[in-house]
């Protein structure tokens, strides 16, 4: 089988306009059994203890919630409630 154009592990330049660019923000979308967190959306280290000021919500805590399994609708869900949760809780060390 031939494939064309020809698979190699060199990227193909791009010559010929129309060029677009797009921002791009790097993030970690999904760990599945990703970071543990409290019930004020700390996240908790290897000891067990809580960050200072360091706090998750949505999909990257979503092991915690899931287990087995995946829930439709359940990134928008735990985004929401504990997005709200971990604001809340910056703020509160912000102001301290």
């Known amino acids: 089988m031939v494939l064309t154009p020809e698979k190699t592990n060199w990227s ?33 280290m290897q000891d067990g203890k809580p960050a200072a000021n360091l706090f998750a919500a949505g999909e990257i805590m979503a092991g915690n919630i899931l287990g087995q399994g995946y829930l439709a609708g359940i990134g928008m869900t735990i985004g929401g409630v504990f997005g709200r949760i971990a604001g809340a809780e910056a703020a509160r060390v912000l102001n301290r």
């Open 12 to 44: 193909a330049p791009i010559s010929k306009p129309p060029f677009y660019g797009y921002p791009l923000r790097p993030g970690i979308t999904f760990t599945y059994m990703g970071v543990a967190v409290n019930d004020r959306a700390q996240v908790l």
